[in-house]
């Protein structure tokens, strides 16, 4: 029992130097990064993105945003704000970000290149290149590398798709109308892909987004 | 030292009406587990329930007990020497095991704090550059894959798990918990915990 005591209070000591320590490198981690400064702001972003921006599967798949075009990213944020993109968790996100602070976290993702977060069914990939590079010309639907370029890099307002995480562009692309573009009197660029979204079946979206999940 | 004593007689307690749920379970003792976190898994203070969480959430836990890194004070004496002879099969067949077993929310938070804590929870704090919970422990807290479930789990439990990070423990935690949590204030940290704590 004795021992056991000993033990305990030796294990106390020495999470009381732990937390002293912890609090100390807190304190200087808030100074160094503040919760108002765009480095704070970047690593908010990071902790659901993931840390190179490579995407997460959360409870939902959360975008890749390394690499991605900064004009795209701007109307996203915007598009969150006005309710064009309704979307609970980004809206209160966006909402706080002033246009100088969305100019500094969209540019500093856009120069992240991490590898793609993977685990897309590989069975889909060729099929999927297929129709990104070529179309489906029997049922209208256009050559993706045609906006978004051949290697899917995107370009403005054309989002870059390499590397995007396979269960996101699922869901983008099945729920294109409920996502995206619903302020009517407010139009943006998701129109262009409303017919796209509509005419692909369920094995055409799997099959590209597989295809785009492997993208560098 | 009261409150040790207090703690060691409760489990001497429930070590000796804990009904053996060892036959149900190939070569894994489960009376081991049952002794702190109670013979249907429910949990006591400060042992979480263990009922419906996670499978891989589990294994991940186990491995980090094994390996010392999940290393607050009660992980150190309780869960260290628990699972340092624990075969990662048996690990396995444990978790399996565990995410069966049908959990109860404990329901023991301050409702006073709900609606905070399930703001909180649903949309973060943006000021404070916290993270919406709800993105990936799922709209009931439900957790999915490597993501625990925290809906129903103690207020205690809780309200020490978001503490310990910004104290300095588990920092080689799956990203990005140890970064959420340590931007959490105290009067946060018990809102989540009550609202969680009632989450079914």
């Known amino acids: 029992m004795k021992w056991r005591l000993m033990k305990f209070y030796g294990v106390g000591l020495a999470s009381g130097l732990a937390i002293l320590a912890a609090v100390c490198a807190g304190a200087t981690y808030a100074a160094a990064a503040g919760t108002s400064g765009v480095a704070g702001k970047m690593q908010y ?6 840390i190179s921006g490579q995407g997460y599967r959360g409870y939902v798949p959360i975008p890749r945003l390394a690499g991605q075009q900064p004009d795209y990213l701007m109307n996203q944020l915007r598009a969150f704000v006005e309710g064009r993109r309704p979307n609970s968790i980004m809206s209160n996100v966006a909402h706080v970000l002033s246009p100088a602070m969305m100019h500094a976290l969209t540019r500093s993702f856009s120069r992240l290149d991490p590898p793609p977060l993977g685990g897309a069914p590989r069975r889909y990939v060729a099929r999927g290149r297929a129709i990104f590079q070529d179309g489906d010309p029997g049922a209208n639907v256009a050559a993706c590398a045609a906006c978004h370029g051949p290697d899917a890099h995107g370009h403005g307002e054309i989002p870059r798709l390499a590397g995007q995480l396979y269960p996101y562009i699922v869901k983008a692309l099945t729920n294109w109308s409920q996502e995206r573009g619903r302020i009517p009197s407010k139009p943006d660029t998701s129109a262009i892909m409303e017919p796209v979204a509509h005419s692909l079946t369920r094995p055409q979206v799997e099959a590209v987004a597989a295809y785009l999940s492997t993208l560098r | 030292m009261k409150r040790i004593k207090l703690t060691i007689a409760v489990l001497a307690i429930l070590a000796s009406v804990a009904p053996s749920l060892a036959g149900e379970l190939g070569h894994v003792d489960v009376r081991n587990c049952t002794w702190c976190h109670g013979p249907s898994a429910q949990g006591y203070a400060p042992a979480p329930r263990l009922a419906g969480q996670r499978y891989r959430y589990i294994v991940n836990q186990l491995r980090s007990f094994n390996a010392q890194r999940r290393d607050n004070p009660f992980s150190h004496i ?7 002879n624990l075969s990662p099969g048996a690990a396995h067949e444990l978790a399996h095991y565990l995410s069966l077993l049908p959990p109860k929310a404990a329901g023991d938070g301050n409702p006073a704090l709900v609606a905070m804590g399930r703001a909180i929870y649903q949309g973060g704090v943006p000021d404070s550059n916290v993270a919406a919970c709800v993105a990936c422990h799922g709209p009931h807290a439900q957790g999915v894959g490597e993501i625990p479930r925290l809906g129903g789990l103690s207020y205690s439990y809780l309200r020490a798990r978001l503490a310990q990070w910004r104290e300095g423990y588990d920092a080689g ?11 959490l204030t105290p009067q946060e940290i018990a809102a989540l915990a009550s609202y969680l704590s ?3």
């Open chain 1, 45 to 50: 972003c990071q902790d659901c993105h993931g």
């Open chain 2, 78 to 84: 309780y869960m260290w020497p628990a699972a340092a």
């Open chain 2, 173 to 183: 935690a799956l990203h990005p918990m140890p970064h959420v949590a340590s931007q």
């Open chain 2, 198 to 200: 009632f989450v079914q």
